[in-house]
T-cell receptor
Framework: AQTVTQSQPEMSVQEAETVTLSCTYD???????LFWYKQPPSRQMILVIR??????QNATENRFSVNFQKAAKSFSLKISDSQLGDTAMYFC???????????FGEGTQLTVNP | DGGITQSPKYLFRKEGQNVTLSCEQN?????MYWYRQDPGQGLRLIYY???????QKGDIAEGYSVSREKKESFPLTVTSAQKNPTAFYLC??????????FGSGTRLTVV
């Protein structure tokens, strides 16, 4: 069974600064997807970024980028130029390519301060 | 617009009552999921269904039941056997690839 661990329950950052959220996972599969989801106070789940394990290049979406270290089973999210609207709970998640279920970490509550 | 509709948004349950949470999708997705969210525990999988008339238990299925009689619908019943049902419940669906769509959730409170 896959497990996903987020060891930072809460983080805070000043507006316009950069912050990195950590995620580690455990799996015996070689092909899989990793995700970062954002859940703002509205509680709607929003996909931030997705990484395919077979791709060596780290995924990037505007101010959001990941550092994917497959051998270390690490998948961190970097948010550059933090904005007040980035305040949310962030979840790391795993899905095997041949599997159906999405496995989530415990979440990191990020607060961006003005 | 295509999406997932969860209802109601808020639900109150008395001790010993069964309640049913609705999840409907018009995305033509085959697979549907129910997650429970508690503070500090992330989202935990309750049940999932990959095809009509078939479903599997997730990690915390005890005290819950589901049905999948139609592709569009995957209702979750919280039974009286669930001792601590107060939580936020999220429904999701996927076509089978890496893209998931989530509903807006139902907040269940035991009174």
């Amino acid at each position: 069974a896959q497990t996903v661990t987020q060891s930072q329950p809460e983080m805070s950052v000043q507006e316009a600064e950069t912050v990195t959220l950590s995620c580690t996972y455990d799996t015996s599969e070689s092909n899989y997807y990793l995700f970062w989801y954002k859940q703002p106070p509205s509680r709607q789940m929003i996909l931030v970024i997705r990484q395919e394990a077979y791709k060596q290049q780290n995924a990037t979406e505007n101010r959001f980028s990941v550092n994917f270290q497959k051998a270390a089973k690490s998948f961190s999210l970097k948010i550059s130029d933090s904005q007040l609207g980035d305040t949310a709970m962030y979840f790391c998640a795993f899905k095997g390519v041949g599997g159906s279920r999405l496995t989530f970490g415990e979440g990191t509550q990020l607060t961006v301060n003005p | 617009d295509g999406g997932i509709t969860q209802s109601p948004k808020y639900l109150f349950r008395k001790e010993g009552q069964n309640v049913t949470l609705s999840c409907e999708q018009n995305l033509n997705h085959d697979a549907m999921y129910w997650y429970r969210q508690d503070p500090g525990q992330g989202l935990r999988l309750i049940y999932y269904s990959q095809i009509v008339n078939d479903f599997q238990k997730g990690d915390i299925a005890e005290g819950y039941s589901v049905s999948r009689e139609k592709k569009e619908s995957f209702p979750l019943t919280v039974t009286s056997a669930q001792k601590n049902p107060t939580a936020f419940y999220l429904c999701a669906s996927t076509y089978g690839g890496p893209g998931y769509t989530f509903g807006s959730g139902t907040r269940l409170t035991v009174v």
